[in-house]
């Protein structure tokens, strides 16, 4: 599913009053199926465009277009139940739910879109080398393991893009392979559109396009359009 | 995975604190249900809206002294009536039956009340349309008994089986006599189940039963409004050698005579209201003089429950609603409390797909699994109280508790525990609604 983001502008109200533009982003495309490396200072806005393009946030202005959707136009509900069905997301911290065990962590994604498939789930868990971890909390696994059920769950739904917010940042360097190739396999099998941030130079190097997000973000723009207001 | 599962893991999860707030509902809810239950069994205990007869005639004093002791067997006898006085009942030719009965003894085993009677008792009805049925045989010769359902099942007793009773219900003054169960009746409901039936001939002539001959004399001119100093010497001597002269009963229950199928102007069978129209003129009759009084049980313990009965268990219901909305305002606290340290967890279930509503119907869902969990353990704590209590409650009080008794109020917990859950989930559910996903996906 292609990606297409529009004069995406996304700010903040700092508790001066001043705003805080994060997002001046004139135009971005990934293709269907494409893989892309986005690198990025810290405090640059990478979680920021992934909040948008998720919806998460709602950008101040602009389009977010994922497969001929406009997923700016839609009512938050909707925006809701179109991340929960077509969109997957592995968070740099993992994010399970220390309450569920690792196969009721990937059935909760997919209980939000009204699909839960326990033989799936348990196929997934599988399929990331955690079959006989499925029973366990996530305090109960190691680290490589709990960002390795936050794969499963991302896909969990069949998700046309997978949005991953540096799922290697908090896994040692054993594990960090075995994670992005998960990743990357996943997507390519199920022509899986990812936008994988990283800070990691190595990490970017893998892939085939990579984007640094301050090539084609600009929030400077603004800052200068503010001031000369 | 459905949204009560998923509020079910959170319940888990902060298991201490969730089973604390659990247990302060289950304890509201559990005073609540004991005490309706309780109440239910009082006030069907106290509340036969018929009676077999028209009326109690017993001493003069306390209407409900004379129900209690007479009706229910749970209050000794004061003050007896004169034998001869129900023998003049007996007599009256407005009074269609007039069944003597005889209170203050009590079973050795079990404690169970003795009532000496005649054999009229078992062929009247007990309550409106309602006869005794008996499995054995009727009251014939001396020292037979007939014992009541509950009698029979908590003493382990059967036809043929004996036992000796108590005076005064005194553990070490036994009588001697030897009595035999000839009949069991069936369960009426009624303080009958839990009463030994004895020929009131028996009764009157075992040791310590008969007054003092001139105290009985004493009494009897009491009763017909005469002096020693109107008689005679001889007179006086006849009244003495009466075999009937120092026997007293408690009580007499009387039916007046009611005209078979009477009917007036407009052909309304009117035999029961004339019948009342009688009890009402003997009553009113009695009342102005000095001998004895009359009551009708029902209108006596309808009193009571109304007016005494009904307002303490109204007070109860108050306090207890109270304790139960206090313990309905920890499960908001500690719920409340829980929504700082569950902003992420809200965030990635919204991240995941979740929606606003979706979040807040699992807050929801936990207050009512803890409203409803704890509700539905302090109903069975509550009847557990029952059971546990029946016991020492039957043996104090002298009723029948029945320890598997349920109340349709209780019902209204249900609703009641859903209906709080709400409300004390409403605001933390609203928290949850809310949350900023992506700041509190940041922190």
Redesign the interface.
């Known amino acids: 599913m292609s990606l297409e983001l529009k004069q995406v502008q996304k700010s903040y109200r700092e508790p001066s009053g001043g705003l805080l533009h994060v997002l001046n982003v004139e135009e971005f495309r990934l293709q269907q199926g494409e893989q892309i490396a986005l690198v990025g200072s810290s405090g640059g806005g990478k ?2 465009l992934l ?1 948008v393009i ?1 919806g ?2 709602n950008p101040d202005c602009g389009k977010v277009i994922i497969g001929g959707n406009d997923v700016t136009a839609m009512q ?2 909707a925006r ?2 179109f ?3 077509r969109i997957g ?1 592995v ?1 740099q911290t993992f ?1 399970l ?4 065990s690792a196969l ?1 962590n990937v ?7 009204g699909k ?1 498939n326990k033989a799936r789930a348990s196929e997934l868990l599988g399929r990331v080398g955690l079959k006989t971890r499925m029973s366990h909390r996530p305090p109960q696994l190691s680290v490589g393991e709990q960002q390795r059920v936050a794969v499963a ?1 991302a896909l969990a ?1 069949s998700p046309s893009l997978l949005l991953a917010d540096e799922p290697t940042a908090s896994v040692d360097l054993a594990n960090q392979e075995t994670v992005l190739k998960l990743i990357r396999d996943a997507c390519s099998e199920n022509n899986v559109s990812l936008l994988l941030v990283t800070h990691s130079s190595e990490v970017a190097s893998l892939f085939g396009r990579v984007e640094k997000l301050s090539d084609f973000n600009k929030p400077e723009l603004l800052d200068r359009k503010g001031d000369s207001a | ?2 949204l009560f599962t ?1 509020a079910w ?2 319940v ?2 902060r298991a201490l604190a969730s089973s604390l707030t659990a247990l302060s509902v289950a304890l509201g809810v559990m005073l609540m249900s004991s005490v309706l239950v309780l109440h239910g069994i009082i006030k069907r205990t106290f509340s036969q809206d018929t009676f077999g007869y028209d009326l109690i005639v017993g001493p003069k004093g306390s209407d409900l002294q004379l129900v209690l002791s007479s009706v229910y067997r749970i209050q000794p006898p004061i003050e007896n009536l004169h034998y001869k006085y129900y023998l003049q009942l007996k007599a009256n030719k407005k009074i269609e039956v007039a069944v003597p009965i005889a209170l203050g003894d009590n079973s050795q085993k079990g404690n169970f009340p003795i009532v000496g009677t005649t054999g009229d008792y078992f062929t009247n009805d007990y309550a409106y349309g309602k006869s005794f049925l008996i499995r054995g045989e009727a009251l014939k010769k001396p020292l037979d008994t007939i014992i009541g359902s509950a009698v029979a099942r908590k003493n382990g007793w059967d036809i043929g089986s004996q036992f000796q009773i108590t005076h005064g219900g005194q553990e070490e003054d036994v009588h001697d006599e030897k009595f035999t169960v000839v009949g069991i009746l069936k369960k009426t409901g009624t303080p009958n189940d839990k009463t030994i039936f004895i020929l009131l001939q028996d009764l009157l002539e075992m040791e310590g039963h008969e007054q003092p001959v001139e105290e009985g004399l004493d009494k009897w001119l009491k009763v017909i409004g005469k002096s020693k100093d109107d008689f005679t010497a001889e007179e006086l001597n006849a009244f003495r050698h009466d075999p009937d002269i120092a026997k007293e009963v408690t009580s007499v229950f009387v039916k007046f005579k009611r005209r078979i199928r009477s009917a007036d102007a407009s052909g309304v069978d009117n035999s029961q209201a004339q019948a009342s129209q009688l009890a009402f003129q003997f009553q009113q009759k009695l009342k102005e003089g000095h001998v004895a009084n009359a009551v009708n049980p029902v209108i006596v313990m309808d009193r009571l429950l109304k007016n005494i009965v009904g307002n303490i268990q109204l007070v109860l219901m108050i306090l207890i609603s109270l304790i139960i909305v206090v313990a309905g305002l920890s499960i908001f606290v500690s719920i409340y409390n829980s929504m700082t340290d569950r902003r ?2 809200i965030a ?11 979040v807040f119907s699992i807050i929801l869902s936990e207050s009512i699994l803890l409203c409803v969990g704890g509700g539905f353990a302090g109903f069975l704590l509550g009847h557990l109280v029952v059971l546990v209590a029946s016991p020492f409650v039957e043996s104090a009080s002298g009723l029948l508790i029945d320890p598997f008794a349920f109340e349709m109020e209780e019902l209204y917990l249900i609703p009641a525990m859903v209906l709080l859950a709400s409300l004390v989930g409403f605001i933390p559910g609203l928290t949850a609604y809310r949350t900023d ?2 700041k509190a ?2 922190d």
Do not use: C
Request: net charge positive; no cysteine; hydrophobic share 40%.
């Open positions: 979680t920021t909040n998720s998460i946030s938050e509900a809701d139940r991340r929960a069905e997301f968070f994010n739910l220390p309450a569920f009721e059935l909760l994604g997919m209980s939000f879109s839960a769950r739904n | 995975m459905n998923i893991k959170s888990k999860q992420k967890e990635i279930m919204r991240a995941l797909g979740a929606r606003r509503t979706t996903v992506a996906l940041g």
